[in-house]
């Protein structure tokens, strides 16, 4: 099983508000991701990371931020949130393209 | 602008039967192809990679083939069981970037 992490797995918040939510691997992957998956929706990529200090926007726009200061640390940031946001956030880690992407348990947020 | 698409959207079998999964693509050029499993409301797990290079992987009762140039793939599962359940999802890797398709629900009954 994959070490890679989420938090939290479940969040309910109103209009406005600022998150983040936190993804977490210990394998030292240097490559994370993270999707936005609408239910019954495909995988979108919104934000990739290919080591310390290097972040990229993804194929799906997104009014979210993130930073990568540690390697094992990926987090994404909402600054206000609207409905429009209610989606499920999945993190991945991988080594490459010699191996498989691991996927954290997902966030699934809602926003009223 | 690499499209992946699976076939079929659902399937609902009775539990022993053999099973096959297509996902197709439409940018050839390729670095791998994965097979991942979802169950609801969860993460993803992969199955299965299979490189450019390679025709195809096997895993217990899982086969994938790839055909590249035909822009193929099948996951092939053997002696369906109830808690094959899930949905597949097919993705191909283009520049380290995962291309996903929208996914077989797969559901096994008893």
């Known amino acids: 099983e994959a070490d890679i992490y989420q938090t939290p797995r479940y969040l309910v918040i109103g209009t406005g508000k600022k998150i983040t939510l936190e993804c977490s691997q210990t394998?030292?992957?240097?490559?994370m991701y993270w999707y936005q998956q609408d239910p019954g929706m495909e995988l979108h990529l919104i934000h990739y990371?290919?080591?310390?200090?290097?972040?990229e926007k993804g194929d799906l726009s997104s009014e979210s931020t993130v930073s990568r200061i540690r390697t094992e640390h990926f987090p994404l940031t909402l600054e206000s949130a609207r409905p429009s946001h209610t989606s499920q956030y999945l993190c991945?880690?991988?080594?490459?393209?010699?191996?498989?992407?691991?996927f954290g348990p997902g966030t699934r947020l809602t926003v009223l | 602008k690499q499209e992946v698409t699976q076939i079929p959207a659902a399937l609902s079998v009775p539990e022993g039967e053999n099973l096959v999964l297509n996902c197709s693509f439409t940018?050839?050029?390729?670095?791998?192809l994965q097979w991942f499993r979802q169950d609801p409301g969860k993460g993803l797990t992969s199955l299965l990679l299979?490189?450019?290079?390679?025709r195809e992987q096997t895993s217990g009762r899982l086969n994938a083939s790839l055909d590249k140039s035909s822009g193929r793939s099948t996951l092939y599962i053997a002696a369906s069981q109830p808690g094959d359940s899930a949905t597949y999802l097919c993705?191909?890797?283009?520049?380290?970037?995962?291309?996903f398709g929208t996914g077989t629900r797969l559901q096994v009954f008893p």
């Open positions: 940018d050839s050029a390729i670095y791998n």
């Open positions: 993705a191909v890797d283009n520049t380290d970037k995962l291309i």
């Open positions: 991945a880690s991988s080594v490459g393209q010699v191996d498989t992407q691991y």
């Open positions: 394998m030292g992957h240097d490559k």
């Open positions: 990371s290919y080591g310390v200090n290097s972040t």
């Open positions: 299979i490189q450019s290079s390679q």
